[in-house]
């Protein structure tokens, strides 16, 4: 029998990875993806074919993690024996201007999806992963961050992932179901959202490079984030799912860098080298190859609350899962970056 997969956000710079890992591994892989006026399927349409031809192991489905009758019917029509809930309002700023929709979707959201499960009975034969993450941690109160470490969230985004993790953990322990979270630090990757930092920083070095940019605008450039690459990341959720009991994971690099050190390094592989001045918002860099501004600081970047250092302990995974990151921090900047100059030499620099 194949294995079913169910992923929400599947067209997501995770979930496209995870389709692709799972294709590979022999899954009937089913997709949930919103309704838009514009294509929003970019990161998975190399794995898509048309479900009229034989043999096809890709589906996409119209849905929404605000709408449960729309859930419970993908459920029940998917069967799946595994079931992969990334579908996130997941950028965290913009989480403190929608608060409401965010609670919706990343708290309410899994909930809904935890019932579906339960309502059509099938707590005991699909197992179900919950996207969680190192936000949960926020103002921080133990260094390096590991699994028993107190969650302290400082956005609405991490608040409403509060309640996805608990309700996942409440359901595991009331009704056997097998629900496992995983407590992912950040994971970047050429697809990653353009308005993430990793993303916007390598995407403007590109266009400054290309002439079509002059400046980036940046916000608090010393928060310090550990970064890996989203392919390693999707390869710890399907391992945390192949576990004989359910259980709780972080999957970090164990390395932290500032937000400052990815620009030197993304800027550092086009040999222009960056020389800071001035601080706090009248900090800029200075290209010291051509001595114009490349850099300058936009307070609008600032968020209310900050998450000013996150650092992921992996032992238990590592340990347990057998799972270890493989691509190093300087690699993923190198490989972000020689990305975005390929789209930009192409003159296409949206995905
Ligand atoms: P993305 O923002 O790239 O993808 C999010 C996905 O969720 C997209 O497919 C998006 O659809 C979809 N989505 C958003 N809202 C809804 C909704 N209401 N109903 C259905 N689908 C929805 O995130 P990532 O791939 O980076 O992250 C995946 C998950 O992991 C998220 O839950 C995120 O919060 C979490 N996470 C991410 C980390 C990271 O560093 N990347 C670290 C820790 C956790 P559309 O394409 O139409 O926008
Ligand atoms: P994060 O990622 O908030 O960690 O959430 P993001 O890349 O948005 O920010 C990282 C850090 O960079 C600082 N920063 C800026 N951030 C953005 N987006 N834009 C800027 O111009 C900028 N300047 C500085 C931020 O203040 C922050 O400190 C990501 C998401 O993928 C979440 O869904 C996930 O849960 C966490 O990672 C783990």
Not at 110 to 118: M, P, V
Not at 157 to 162: F, G, P
Request: hydrophobic share 35%; aromatic share 10%.
């Amino acid at each position: 029998m194949r294995k079913v997969a169910l992923i929400t956000g599947a067209t997501g710079q995770d979930g496209a990875y995870l389709a692709e890992l799972l294709l590979g591994k022999g899954y009937i892989v089913h997709g949930i993806k919103r309704r838009s006026s514009s294509f929003n399927t970019g990161r998975v349409e190399h794995l898509y074919r048309d479900p009229h031809e034989e043999d096809v192991s890709f589906f996409m489905h119209y849905g929404d993690l605000t709408d449960s009758t729309n859930l419970i019917r993908l459920v029940q029509q998917v069967q799946p024996t595994e079931i992969y809930n990334l579908a996130a309002q997941s950028h965290v700023h913009v989480s403190f201007e929608t608060p409401e929709y965010t609670a919706n979707a990343d708290g309410i959201g899994t909930l809904r999806l935890l019932e579906a499960i339960r309502i059509l009975g099938l707590e005991k034969t699909a197992r179900f992963y919950q996207a969680s993450t190192s936000e949960l941690y926020g103002k921080v109160q133990e260094t390096p961050q590991r699994e028993t470490t107190p969650f302290y969230p400082r956005s609405p985004y991490a608040a409403a992932k509060l309640y996805a993790y608990w309700i996942t953990v409440n359901y595991r322990e009331a009704y056997g179901m097998h629900a496992s979270n995983g407590i992912l630090f950040n994971h970047e990757g050429p697809t990653r959202g353009e308005t993430f930092v990793t993303r916007k920083i390598t995407r403007a070095v590109a266009a400054i490079e290309h002439g079509r940019q002059d400046c980036l605008y940046l916000g608090n450039l010393d928060a310090k984030r550990d970064w890996g690459h989203a392919r390693d990341y999707v390869e710890g959720m399907w391992r945390i799912l192949q576990q004989d009991e359910a259980d709780d994971y972080v999957l970090a690099t164990g390395e932290t860098h500032s937000v400052r050190e990815f620009v030197e390094l993304a800027f550092g592989h086009i040999g222009r080298g960056i020389e800071w001045r001035g601080e706090g918002v009248d900090e800029e860099g200075i290209c010291q190859k051509t001595g114009k501004v490349v850099v300058r600081i936009d307070p609008r970047y600032f968020r209310p609350t900050e998450v000013d250092l996150l650092l992921g302990d992996p032992t238990k995974a590592r340990e347990r899962l057998g799972w270890t990151h493989t691509t190093a921090f300087r690699d993923l900047v190198r490989e972000m970056l020689e990305s975005d100059m390929r789209l930009a030499a192409d003159g296409d620099d949206h995905r």
